[in-house]
């Protein structure tokens, strides 16, 4: 049998044919110095690497480059960025296969989408839950709709700092973390290789058995409170009631297939409600896979488009992820979260960090780049779709159906961070205004043409043109610039 060659985003058992195969795995040191990669992320995929290592069969090969690690025959499935695949396709005696760790095959996705003028995740998701058979009865939706969304929007508990859910199990360190650790400050010291956030302790699994104790304790205990307060945000709980299981998904410790089927059997069992799991499960069956795959089905520019033309460069202080250069309360609180963990959830970030630098017109691809670093669950792959996409409506339309752009009033519906903050939602000009609720305004007004065609977007440019101090506001959201809100 064929030695099979795991990248560091394949490490579970689905990518091997058999459990005695033999496996080799590549660290390569090249990849970090290409990006200033969250230092946290680098810990993990390493941690996650070493571990794995450490099983009957596997080989790690510690070298420059990937193509140095290769000295033999391989097999490798098919990997998770276009870099990766043209490298794979270069090398002599390496056989690649079809994708593994998602659910829909690509043949069924471009099956589905050839034709289709407008590609809407939606859409997909019920061609996945039809053609896999999840969460239907018969040839209905479970429970009569497809869609529960509705039913997962509360904003959170009145007066609650967090929600009640148990924590989920704690990551305890080992040997192997404190190598990972010590090497990173040699790479840093000795190799000038540059890293951004702060480091901490491992806080997602990098082995099989971690990422199933989180999934059946997700399960078990946080997925019966996900649904409702899904898009919710408090200052003092960040992860809420979420699985926190895309690390360990994307790095392949788990299998999507096997999360979505537990996460089934809760609803099945009556252990957790519909909408919850329901919205769980759009999230990996539809979600992640449609981003995974309108990567490879889009043109490869498609991550360098940009229809709006925002053109500025990321400032100084967000790259750099400094948190206290912020005073708006939910933008310095999230983005001490990246710094601290390497993660916030879906909604600081779309309606926290993509909004504001969408407003701000920040170009999409440095945008897609900083999430792809600075997250630990970020990849090429997930951002492209995710930040060019939907966070920035930097392709005209191609997959959203409008920007996912909002004011304050969003963040104070479905937050407690305004009431903190020295900024006032409500106001739209003047030192009292937020940069959100102005930002807003600004982006619509520069952007009413190319909007004006979009009859999601009737209402908000109809309010735009009744304002009575848009020249304020737009000559303030100029002075402003660049500098931290």
């Known amino acids: 049998m064929r030695t099979r060659w795991l990248f560091a985003d394949q490490l579970g058992p689905h990518f091997l044919d058999d459990p005695a195969q033999p496996v080799l795995l590549i660290e390569s040191k090249a990849v970090f110095r290409r990006r200033a990669f969250h230092r946290q992320k680098a810990h993990l995929v390493l941690s996650a690497l070493r571990h794995r ?4 069969n596997v080989r790690l090969v510690r070298a420059e480059t990937y193509a140095e690690g290769i000295d033999r025959p391989l097999t490798v499935c098919h990997p998770t960025s276009r870099a990766a695949r043209g490298l794979v396709r270069r090398l002599p005696d390496v056989e690649m296969l079809p994708p593994r760790g998602f659910v829909t095959a690509p043949p069924d996705f471009t099956a589905w989408a050839g034709g289709r003028d407008h590609l809407r995740m939606e859409d997909f998701y019920r061609h996945a839950r039809r053609l896999h058979g999840v969460l239907m009865d018969g040839g209905e939706p479970a429970g009569g709709r497809w869609n529960l969304d509705t039913d997962n929007r509360q904003p959170p508990p009145r007066g609650a700092e967090r929600l009640d859910v148990p924590a989920p199990p704690e990551i305890v360190e080992d040997e192997i973390d404190d190598e990972v650790r010590a090497e990173l400050d040699r790479w840093q010291h000795d190799d000038g290789i540059e890293f951004v956030g702060n480091d901490g ?11 199933l104790a989180r999934l059946h304790h997700f399960v078990e205990h946080r997925l019966p409170m996900f649904g409702p307060y899904e898009d919710a945000m408090l200052a003092g709980d960040p992860w809420m009631a979420h699985s926190m299981l895309s690390p360990a998904i994307n790095l392949g410790l788990l299998d999507p297939a096997e999360v979505i089927e537990e996460a089934e059997h809760a609803y099945r069992s009556g252990a957790a409600p519909l909408a919850g799991v329901e919205g769980f499960i759009r999230q990996i069956l539809g979600w ?13 520019r498609y991550r360098a488009v940009n229809e709006l033309r925002a053109r500025t460069e990321l400032p100084q202080w967000f790259a750099d992820l400094n948190a206290d250069a912020v005073e708006a309360r939910c933008l310095s609180d999230v983005l001490a979260g990246v710094r601290d963990r390497g993660w916030v959830h879906h909604i600081p970030r779309l309606m926290v960090l993509g909004n504001y630098a969408m407003q701000r017109g920040w170009r999409p691809g440095a945008v897609s780049d900083w999430f792809h670093r600075c997250f630990v669950d970020g990849y090429e792959w997930v951002m492209t779709a995710n930040v060019v996409g939907m966070s ?22 479905m937050s407690d961070y305004c009431g903190g903050c020295r900024y006032d939602p409500k106001v739209r000009a003047g030192d009292d205004a937020c940069p959100y609720t102005a930002g807003y305004w600004s982006f619509l007004a520069r952007h009413e043409a190319e909007l004006a065609g979009n009859h999601r977007m009737a209402q908000p440019l109809r309010g735009l043109r009744r304002l009575t101090d848009l020249d304020a506001l737009l000559e303030q959201e100029k002075a402003r610039g660049s500098r931290a809100p």
């Open 53 to 56: 290592a450490r099983d009957d």
């Open 201 to 211: 302790p491992r806080l997602f699994p990098a082995t099989r058995q971690e990422a």
């Open 288 to 300: 992640r896979d449609f981003v995974w795959h309108l990567y490879w089905y889009f043109e490869p």
């Open 392 to 413: 920035q409506y930097a392709d005209g339309g191609r997959m959203s159906s409008k920007p996912y752009a909002a004011g304050g009033a969003y963040v104070h519906r």
